[in-house]
């Protein structure tokens, strides 16, 4: 399975802390998708990074990409109240489906 | 633009009906998916399409039946509910599979008693 793992499976954090969260996975891949869900909504695209990317920003986001140790991190700087939601990674390999992990719940709290 | 919707928004159905849960998208995507999210288990894959005419089962496919007549249409029809298919049921759509964002629905959160 192409499926993400991400870690911590929850995050407690005080607004303005940074916020990093992980993903595994377990193949070589095409690319990883970062996704965001607010409570009862659906989920929102945030970053896609390419397997020879390693490195990707996007406003506050950080995402980097390792491919020797299957691994990709997520970072959101200066965190917000609006922050708070779950985040989600999904590893696509080119040939199956876009599965997605378990997801880190976030909470900033003001 | 509408993006992904999906009808409805909420569901009762008892244990033995059917129902079909509706998505359409108007962006002209070729791939549409199915997903169910329970509590900790994070979104599985339920069924999927490349195209019209074209569909594909996913992790978790049985009680469920997909068909894509249309580019804009993948309908999932529950054939015989369960109180297991208690679920959030979200449809996805993107322009070329996992090469590019996936764009989801709100969600229908179905309720089997």
């Known amino acids: 399975s192409q499926q993400g793992e991400e870690d911590p499976q929850a995050l407690s954090i005080q607004e303005g802390e940074n916020a990093t969260m992980n993903c595994s996975y377990k193949t070589s891949i095409n690319n990883l998708q970062w996704y965001r869900q607010n409570s009862g909504r659906g989920l929102v695209h945030l970053i896609l990074i390419r397997s020879n990317e390693r490195e990707k920003h996007s406003g506050r986001l950080r995402v980097t990409l390792d491919t020797s140790k299957k691994s990709s991190s997520l970072l959101i700087t200066a965190s917000r109240a609006a922050d708070t939601a779950s985040y989600f990674c999904a590893a696509y390999s080119g040939n199956t489906p876009l599965v997605f992990g378990k997801g880190t719940r976030l909470s900033v709290i003001a | 633009n509408a993006g992904v919707t999906q009808t409805p928004k909420f569901q009762v159905l008892k244990t033995g009906q059917s129902m079909t849960l509706q998505c359409a998208q108007d962006?002209?995507?070729?791939?549409m998916s199915w997903y169910r999210q329970d509590p900790g288990m994070g979104l599985r894959l339920i069924h999927y399409s490349v195209g019209a005419g074209i569909t594909d089962q996913g992790e978790v496919p049985n009680g469920y039946n997909v068909s894509r007549s249309t580019t804009e249409d993948f309908p999932l029809r529950l054939l015989s509910a369960a109180p297991s298919q208690t679920s959030v049921y979200f449809c996805?759509?993107?322009?070329?599979?996992?090469?590019?964002?996936?764009?989801f629905g709100q969600g229908t959160r179905l309720t089997v008693v």
């Open positions: 962006m002209n995507h070729e791939y």
């Open positions: 996805a759509s993107s322009s070329n599979r996992g090469h590019t964002e996936a764009f």
